[in-house]
Every structure is written in C-alpha cells, then in structure tokens.
C-alpha cells in the first residue's frame, strides 16, 4: 500500500512538472507571437508611412510636372495678352491711333501676296498688328491645349474644374459679339503648335504667308475692334491671371 502511495506521488509529480512545462511553453509561445505581432504591426506601419510618402512625392511631381507644361506657359501668355489689350484700348482711345492701328490690320491680307515686302513691313510699321496677331495666337494653343487634357483633373479635381471653368470664361469672351469665333480659336492653335510648343514670331510671319485664310478671323476681328471687345476679353483674363497667381503663391 505505502508503494502504491509512493507511486502515485511519483506520477503526480511527474504530471505536475509536465503540465508546468506545458503551461511554461504555452505562456512563452503566447508571449513570443505577442512580440512577433507587435513587430509585425510595427512594420506594417513603417511600410504604409513609406508608401504614403512615396505617394505625396509622386503627387507633388505629377503636379509641378503639370505646373511646368500648362500653368507656367499659360500665366505668361494671359500677363502677355492683357498688356497688349491695354495697349490696344489705349489706341482705340485716341481717334488716330485707332485709325492707324485699323489700316495695319485691314492691310495684312493684301501684304501677304508679296513676302519679302511683307516681312520687312511685319518688322516696322506692322509690327503693332503682327505681334498682337502672335501674342492672342500664342493665348489660344495653351489655353485650347489645357481645355480637352484637363491636367489636374486626377491631381485636384475641384483646383481643375475652376481653372478650365475660367479658360472657358476667356473662350466665351473671345467669341461673344462676333470677335473671335471658338471655333476660330481652335484653328489658330492648332496651325501655331509644333512639338507641344509654339511656333516663334519669324514662323508665324512665315505661316501668315501660307496659311492666310485660318488667320482670316482673327484678322479680321482685330481690324474691327470696339472698347467693348477689350473690356470683354480683359475681364474675363483678369479673372484667370487672379487664379493663376494664387497657385503660385
């Protein structure tokens, strides 16, 4: 009996270290996954910080990218073009002057038949009416090439829908009481594009020569231009330059 006893408190023994061990291993298991998730996790959150920031930097390219091939061109052409129209409204103002101005452009289309005269005037007493001709040509390519690629739209689609919102504003000025039809604006930017750039002061004269009848409008419209033509297009250029300048800032 007493070995019985003995036995059996041999085996619980046994039993006890064993379930000790046991509870040990588990304890140090739980305790080891705990560490090992907790590692996890932490990595986990370096990575998505690291992606995140990848994503901001590619973000932040994607839009001074944006910023380089449509903004920056586009701001220099509206501060171009409403220099000119200042000038333009100045000469209207002064009976003379407004004649002279009208007779550079009335004159342009017979010019053109004879080029080597034509360049020579292009360069003294056309040179008013040609660079006006170049400066609004020069509006129209970065103005209508942003229109259809809205290139913002992915980066910041509220930013987008004003700016193209205001590109369409000077569009519609353009062709409001029958200056420079839309479709007109289209033509003349496309004929001065060239490799996604526009075409320098001594082509356009070349092109002039060329392809008169696309510039026909545009020529045409300058040649009757009223106050009220300036005030159009200048206020609705005065409102995108005010656009442009708060992205710059």
């Not at 289309?109 to 040179?127: L, V």
């Not at 075409?199 to 392809?211: A, W």
Request: charged residues 30%; hydrophobic residues 40%; aromatic residues 12%.
């Amino acid at each position: 009996m007493t070995q019985d006893f003995a036995l059996a408190g041999e085996l619980l023994k046994a039993v006890g270290t064993a379930v000790s061990g046991a509870l040990l291993a588990y304890y140090s298991s739980t305790l080891k996954l705990r560490e090992q998730g907790a590692e996890f996790s932490k990595q986990l959150g370096q990575l998505r910080e690291r992606m995140r920031l990848e994503r901001d930097e590619a973000r932040q390219q994607a839009t001074e990218t944006a910023q380089q091939q449509y903004l920056n061109p586009l701001r220099f052409a509206v501060y171009e073009l409403l220099d000119r129209l200042h000038m333009v409204e100045e000469k209207i103002a002064i009976p003379d002057d407004y004649q002279s101005m009208q007779r550079w452009f009335q004159g342009i289309e017979q010019r053109t038949r004879d080029k080597p005269a034509f360049d020579r005037w292009c360069n003294d007493e056309g040179y008013f009416a040609m660079v006006t001709l170049y400066i609004t040509a020069t509006y129209f390519e970065y103005a209508c090439k942003l229109l259809p690629e809205s290139p913002f739209r992915a980066l910041d689609q509220a930013y987008d829908d004003v700016l193209v919102q205001l590109v369409r504003r000077v569009r519609d000025a353009f062709s409001g009481i029958d200056f420079i039809w839309r479709e007109s604006q289209d033509d003349v930017a496309h004929i001065v594009s060239r490799d996604g750039k526009v075409i320098s002061y001594m082509e356009f004269r070349e092109l002039v020569t060329v392809k008169y009848p696309w510039f026909l409008r545009m020529v045409r419209a300058y040649g009757d231009i009223r106050r009220e033509h300036v005030s159009r297009v200048s206020a609705a250029l005065s409102e995108l330059r005010a656009f442009l300048e708060g992205r710059a800032s």
